[in-house]
């Protein structure tokens, strides 16, 4: 039966949007990243980190109505991120040595499916405790995420485009923490703060089906590398021989290390990382003195960016007098400038390199860091809306910025054969330090509110909520300042340590990646 004039009609503007989506995004964005299969592979693993961020962001979205349905404060909500982050820190190193022996791929779908189970939970909690313990298990995905992510983007693309490539990935992270705060912060107004929970459980669900039926298990070491313009992902049994891809893993950082005649350090030499037990390797990673400072320095800048994720939305409501879905969709002004910072560093840190400069990822980092500190302070300390938003766009592009470049430098001083564990050693850190930040934040906003308000109990009495409400965002206001000293010595790290251990651990990595192949 032919078609009916209704259904042509019909068939037209789905028509025009399928094509106009492949003209003016997918090919776009092909263009871009290189390719369909490097295109592919780059937006699964932003979404896997998208989904973690979208929940840690969405538990600061909905702080303001969840605090009302459940009698809770600050300190309590800021439990509620520790809980999941405690979890990824203690089990994200047995993860990390999971991702080093099995199959990263299969590893992360059934993570996956884990996580979203345990957010269905989440949503139908009945009460702060119920939901603090379901909370527990959300850790997986992070602990299991953060390694399977850094190893499977170190084997699929060169070392050369690591900076710029980590940037895409983790513009996803970013745009998960938007997601969190724009769409879910707005769900928590229109319907309730457990809509948000269970609408990021549903989409757990689906990735993990995607990411079972459509990302291919690489080879370790770089056999699997997706060539530019490529259509389809390489496969472990599709790769070439080991060593063919041996002078690509190298690229541009090898030559620097040739021209400038820097030798390794004889001490990272005496292991083998493929065949040692895991706490050789762990030994192995904290004796890398340039491994150790970008842990310092990674692990104090997601905690800065933890409590400001956490408590941003309640500051901003009640610093200058905003609903839940305006302060939601204005929070989304630090994902957009985070995404900027994160795209324009690391393929700023890659330029360097290519010109020669060794240190160009490391000094992009220090830069962003610091850029960050700077920022963030003129816009605690002013009260008008339209002076302080420039202010945090500046500080959120620096302190997205600093992570791609963070995150290539740590796989340029490490063996493939070790990027799990090393990912899970940095991990383990880093999420301590998540875990302590919500509660401290909360803990230390809540003592600053209760000076001012000791000090204004009457005007506080007169004004009702709102003045309430802003002795909070006061409070919050204070402990960012407080906060920022942690941000600063970050950069300071990087800028006046890691610039002088920096090339000798990456002949070090070279140096072991050579011997393990031999």
């Not at 820190?89 to 189970?117: C, E, K, M, Q």
């Not at 290390?257 to 192995?284: D, E, F, Q």
Request: hydrophobic share 55%.
């Amino acid at each position: 039966m032919a078609p009916s004039h209704s259904d042509a009609r019909a068939a037209a503007p789905a028509g025009w949007l399928r094509r106009w989506l492949r003209r003016d995004i997918e090919r776009p964005l092909e263009d871009l990243a290189g390719g369909h299969a490097r295109l592919k592979v780059i937006v699964l693993l932003a979404c896997v980190l998208s989904l973690d961020a979208a929940d840690k962001a969405t538990v600061g979205a909905v702080a303001a109505p969840m605090e009302t349905a459940l009698h809770i404060g600050n300190l309590q909500v800021g439990w509620l991120v520790t809980a999941s982050t405690a979890v990824a820190a203690v089990v994200t190193l047995p993860f990390g040595a999971l991702v080093d022996r099995v199959r990263r791929v299969r590893l992360l779908a059934i993570a996956l499916v884990v996580w979203s189970a345990t957010m269905l939970v989440s949503g139908l909690s009945v009460s702060y405790p119920m939901l603090l313990l379901s909370r527990l298990a959300l850790g997986v995905v992070a602990s299991a995420a953060s390694p399977a992510v850094t190893s499977l983007t170190g084997d699929f693309f060169r070392p050369g485009e690591r900076g710029r490539i980590f940037g895409y990935v983790l513009a996803g992270e970013l745009l998960g923490v938007a997601f969190g705060f724009l769409i879910c912060g707005n769900l928590a107004a229109w319907l309730s703060w457990r809509a948000s929970f269970l609408v990021l459980a549903v989409l757990g669900f689906g990735l993990a089906v995607v990411l079972w039926r459509c990302l291919p298990e690489p080879s370790r070491g770089g056999q699997s590398r997706i060539p530019v313009g490529a259509r389809r992902v390489p496969t472990a049994d599709a790769s070439g021989a080991v060593g063919v891809d041996h002078a690509a893993r190298s690229g541009s950082l090898r030559r620097v290390i040739r021209w400038r005649g820097v030798r390794p350090r004889h001490a990272l030499m005496t292991m083998n990382p493929a065949t040692a037990s895991l706490w050789r390797a762990v030994r192995y990673v904290l004796a890398v003195p340039t491994y150790r400072t970008l842990i310092a320095a990674s692990a104090l800048g997601y905690f800065y960016f933890t409590g400001l994720r956490t408590f941003a939305i309640v500051f901003m409501r009640g610093r200058f007098d905003l609903s839940q879905s305006t302060g939601s969709s204005l929070a989304v002004l630090l994902g957009l400038g985070a995404i900027v910072g994160v795209l324009l560093a690391g393929r700023q840190g890659d330029r360097l390199i290519d010109r020669g400069r060794l240190t160009g990822r490391v000094l992009v980092a220090a830069g962003a860091y610091l850029l960050a500190t700077a920022a963030f302070l003129p816009g605690l300390l002013l009260d008008t809306l339209w002076l302080a938003a420039p202010c945090f766009f500046l500080a959120a592009a620096g302190i997205g910025g600093a992570n791609p470049a963070v995150d290539a430098a740590r796989l340029d001083v490490m063996p493939s054969a070790l990027w799990g564990r090393a990912e899970g050693v940095r991990a383990t850190f880093r999420f301590a330090l998540e875990a302590i930040a919500p509660p401290l934040f909360g803990y230390v906003s809540a003592h600053l509110a209760g000076h001012a308000q000791a000090g204004s109990e009457a005007a506080s009495a007169a004004a009702g909520g709102v003045a309430t409400a802003r002795l909070g965002a006061a409070g919050l206001g204070h402990t960012f300042l407080a906060m920022l000293a942690p941000l600063a010595v970050a950069g300071l790290l990087l800028l006046l340590r890691t610039t002088r251990t920096y090339a000798r651990d990456v002949a070090s990595a070279l140096a072991a990646e050579q011997r393990t192949r031999h």
